[in-house]
């Protein structure tokens, strides 16, 4: 008998085409507008921090759910205790960092770890689509059923009573991602306070990433699912360093959560990675205490950097939706007149040297959605200047349908 020996749950789904896109980018030697990480150095605290922890010999296992373990340097406070105060300004949250903090390999670590902590086989998860494209993978890892609410553009709103509808006894959580990867949506306090109603009248979880808590545009606010009423004890909230701080490769992330939820996420969290890497958390603390105003001209780079990116989407003749929060911006192809997105985007990489991310990949049904493709504009003035000249050659090379 021949055993098969690819699992059911692996087959379900396919390699990150996020992630493949850079691959096929660097054999083109194509500007990466794909995968979302800045290309401009990090704060220089951060790198500072790093390097006394690496010369004070900080090179073994932290605790498994963060800090480490022998405090060399005794002027720096614990990595949880320092995400604890930063919570506390900035969110108005009182969390508890030796019971409701875990520090993780990255966001994507965490919302594993999240998902196989709380949710079992048969349970569904609410899922917002477009959505990043590690949830429904997610979601099939924990044996769980992914139930799609779809947001509508322009401004990427949900239908009140589809999402009614995907609340049922079967449903364990909701996932929200604000602000929003791939279509820069920020939740309004009016949406997250009916997601609120439905979970704590159907007792559901909610998983928030806020990674990109601190990029915002339009006077645009980031509201935190936990501070809502009632929704503290049931939202498990997912952020890390990677974004906000320019260091995607450091993968430390961290989940805050209520002491019986982290306990099981600790557990989760430990045998899956152990811990994240030592030195890199005992940077996080420097991170952490940066001043209010770091966030302030965080906020004003990325916002020269989306009116760069569109300007140069109105130059090129690409239809787009304005974000209002994160690094991208989604485009519409639907008038080049190619059949597939993915068509599309290979003949950037391959012909005019730039690469994105084809739309289809958000979705739970790719081949229905051919019509969009993802700029990332986290990059360098120089990088997206490239990057322009290049998309300029688009208006030669293209036809438009009529």
Request: proline share 6%; with cysteine.
């Amino acid at each position: 008998m021949q055993r098969q020996k690819i699992s059911a749950k692996a087959d379900q789904f396919r390699e990150s085409v996020i992630r493949e896109m850079t691959r096929v980018a660097l054999q083109h030697d194509a500007v990466n507008l794909a995968q979302g990480f800045p290309d401009f150095p990090c704060p220089l605290e951060l790198k500072q921090a790093a390097y006394e922890a690496i010369e004070a010999d900080v090179n073994q296992y932290a605790i498994t759910w963060g800090d480490v373990w022998r405090q060399a340097a005794s002027r720096l406070r614990p990595f949880r205790h320092a995400i604890a105060n930063k919570v506390r300004w900035y969110l108005g949250l009182d969390i508890d960092p030796e019971t409701q903090i875990t520090v993780t390999c990255g966001s994507t670590e965490a919302m594993a770890a999240v998902m196989l902590a709380t949710v079992d086989p048969g349970d569904e998860v609410i899922v917002f689509e477009p959505y990043y494209e590690n949830y429904g993978p997610d979601a099939i890892l924990a044996a769980a059923k992914p139930r799609y609410v779809t947001l509508h553009p322009p401004d990427w709103t949900f239908d009140e009573s589809q999402l009614r509808q995907a609340f049922n006894a079967n449903t364990k959580a909701i996932i929200i991602n604000t602000p929003h990867n791939p279509t820069g949506k920020v939740f309004t306090r009016e949406e997250l306070t009916l997601i609120a109603e439905l979970c704590q009248k159907w007792d559901v979880l909610a998983f928030t990433n806020e990674i990109y808590e601190h990029i915002l545009y339009d006077g645009t606010q980031h509201i935190a699912l936990a501070t809502l009423p009632g929704m503290e004890e049931r939202t498990i909230t997912i952020n890390g360093l990677s974004k906000t701080y320019s260091v995607t490769g450091w993968r430390v992330g961290y989940i805050l959560a209520n002491p019986e939820l982290t306990g099981a996420i600790r557990k989760v969290h430990d045998f899956l990675t152990v811990g994240a890497p030592a030195p890199l958390q005992r940077a996080g603390v420097a991170a952490m205490q940066l001043p209010p105003s770091y966030y302030q001209e965080l906020a004003k780079l990325y916002h020269q950097k989306r009116d760069r990116i569109l300007q140069i989407l109105d130059q090129v003749g690409i239809p787009y939706f304005v974000p209002k929060g994160a690094y991208y911006v989604l485009a519409d192809i639907s008038k080049f007149g190619y059949k597939t997105d993915v068509e599309f985007t290979y003949h950037l990489i391959k012909e005019i040297g730039v690469a994105v991310v084809p739309g289809s990949s958000f979705f739970s049904q790719p081949e229905k959605r051919h019509s969009l493709i993802r700029f990332c504009f986290s990059k360098r003035p120089e990088t997206l200047q490239t990057a322009s000249d290049r998309l300029l050659k688009l208006q030669s090379n293209l036809q438009p349908t009529s």
